[in-house]
């Protein structure tokens, strides 16, 4: 909550929601401590988070911290009555965030959310429930190119713990790409297993993943493509769904054209010729095939993080619906597993991974990286 | 030639290029050589391709055949100085299709081509050339989605040989996807390895691939993704190349867009901040960023067939360079071998694949399906 100064150029600036007020400050770093106690002088400020939220001064915390801290500070949390919104992703690895849903569900009173605010866009909260209600049949295929994370070297330099395995944990599927991978199970649902090709430090100076390919199988004969990397300046976001009653494309997380076929592709494959189906797409007019709609996402984007405190004070104070339960962290958690165990050990791998064989893996580029101790 | 009577709804009647002549029809198949020698009773009729090339009625022969037959046929015309425009795919396995050009290559007074109709798309000619040339600079990654190949199962039963391992060699990589196969390596270069993921028999009762997923690793941090299937009936065509040096969009196979960058990305993410890179796309001007190029093929898409006969003759009369030499075939095979050969044994594969354990690995399937003979 930057009070009313937006960080980003162009973005607009944030309100602080209605129901929320900063109740204290806390960093490990002195200097960036100093600097956050000066612009919010009249916060109590902490550099140990288990004193904060002992204090008694915070109903909630954020997580905004390094990803490996998340399901640690939230425990820690949950387990003393502080609600807790974690930030994206849930966890590094599975284990973790397998032992936080846990003591999340011991306390279904303390609230818990993730800050999945690309949930808060209209757009793919419609489009997920085209999907998931099976109003276009069932799913084929889907297919999403998400480039438009844009990294300069500049950026991984600017804190110890960027790119690294000990630190971070990973690169893009950690960092970037959380968002677009829990969009994509939200309204797709989790694939049965992940085959993927990455490029560790693809045109950038670091060991992490940073140019990601990966295929999904989803069983019953359906299959994805999920593409992402940090090193395309003018990054594609083209989001396509085949399904057996319809096809959606997004362009730009903002434009959306949905199809609804008048009979099912099951049905035309059983009744109409190939000759038959030319005709019909050579005519020009799609009256015949399908219904066809177009929307737009009208959400601001600078104010999804917003949107998404609201919606968690509202849920603590008024029992609102949660758009983005905590638990719902684990499956991008998993998804991003997948693609690096799947580069990792140069094969498929099921869904959910083991997570002892990933922590295992991790460990072992971080012992190689020696930078950083090893995970647990 | 159908002189003037276009089999296909919808496209131009297409005419006789200037010095083709058809000199005899072959047909094992009594009927449809009955139906053939009605329509065009003045040309001679042949049920044996040998006899026929052996006739001296025919100074070239176009391979319109069975898959398998292509290199046979071709090696046979070759060796007794007939010209052979092979239809694509060039062969089914490499094996076949190496030794068909080590025969072409002893008979260089033989032409020799192949019906890559759609390199005659002036679009990817000009695409082509933006990205061999350098121009861009350097590959960074591919993205090929060409899923418009809708075929119904009424399509896969009106021959035997149809979707077989025996009769055809393979699905949609074998039958629809070689031009694009074709057209991918000739823009974008031949990959290094290959992983693939292949749903044989997708929504269709057929035991062939036409689900097919692609990851390329073209070496130098450049990847590649290409996707292709016949269960989507409104397919999406769409390639994106990204480059160090600016981006290709092209829609539909009619559409392009060419971004050129001002300055490479290499230089961006040595000397801009991911916040100076932010500012210049939100302005909304591409200006300072990249020069954009938008065209159009403007192609008759029913011409292209004609196009590369005309190109054909006009090479052995004067010598007009080939659009598609023949040796070039296989690449598309050595794709389609590369693709088919990961999903069978669940690895990336490298190019070239060994070809004595692709052909081990199809007959294997042409012996389960116990139709066919076995290959050699």
């Known amino acids: 909550m930057m009070r009313g100064v937006s960080l980003f ?17 806390c960093d ?16 109590p400020a902490f550099t140990d988070y288990k004193e904060m939220i002992d204090s008694g001064l915070v109903d909630a915390v954020i997580t905004t911290l390094p990803h490996y801290l998340h399901p640690e500070v939230a425990i820690y949390a949950i387990e003393h009555g502080v609600a807790a919104l974690v930030d994206k992703p849930a966890g590094v690895y599975t284990k973790a965030v397998r032992e936080m849903n846990e003591v999340a569900a011991k306390h279904p009173e303390v609230a818990f959310g993730i800050m999945f605010n690309q949930r808060t866009n209209k757009l793919y909260q419609k489009l997920r429930d085209y999907v998931q209600s099976g109003k276009l049949g069932k799913l084929r295929r889907s297919n999403w190119i998400i480039n438009n994370w844009w ?4 950026y991984y330099q600017q804190s110890e713990w960027r790119a690294t395995w000990g630190g971070e944990g990973g690169g893009v599927v950690m960092n970037q790409a959380p968002h677009q991978l829990d969009l994509w199970q939200w309204i797709c649902g989790m694939p049965k297993s992940i085959t993927s090709k990455i490029i560790f430090g693809a045109h950038r100076d670091i060991v992490v993943d940073n140019d990601v390919t990966v295929i999904a199988d989803y069983g019953d004969g359906a299959t994805g493509v999920f593409v992402t990397c940090t090193h395309d300046i003018l990054g594609s976001d ?6 057996d009653g319809g096809k959606i494309v997004v362009d730009d997380s903002s434009k959306a054209t949905v199809y609804r076929f008048v009979k099912s592709e099951a049905e035309m494959n059983e009744n109409m010729s190939m000759m038959e189906v030319a005709m019909l797409l050579r005519g020009g007019s799609m009256d015949e095939l399908a219904v066809v709609e177009t929307f737009e996402n009208t959400d601001g984007w600078g104010l999804q993080h ?16 949660l758009l983005a339960p905590g638990s719902d962290g684990i499956y991008g958690v998993e998804l991003a597993n997948a693609i690096l165990l799947s580069s990792w050990l140069g094969h498929e791998v099921e869904i959910p991974v083991d997570e002892d064989v990933y922590l295992a893996e991790l460990n072992k580029r971080i012992a190689e990286e020696g930078k950083f101790e090893l995970r647990k």
Chains 1, 2 share one sequence.
């Open 9 to 25: 150029p162009g973005m607009p600036a944030a309100e602080c929601p209605e129901y929320v007020v900063l109740g204290a400050i």
């Open 28 to 43: 490990i770093d002195e200097k960036r401590l100093a600097a956050a106690t000066e612009a919010y002088n009249d916060v």
């Open 151 to 154: 990294r300069p070297d500049s």
């Open 238 to 243: 083209r989001l396509e769904i085949d399904l």
């Open 306 to 321: 917003i949107t998404v405190m609201d919606n968690f004070a509202k849920h603590m104070i008024e029992g609102t619906p």
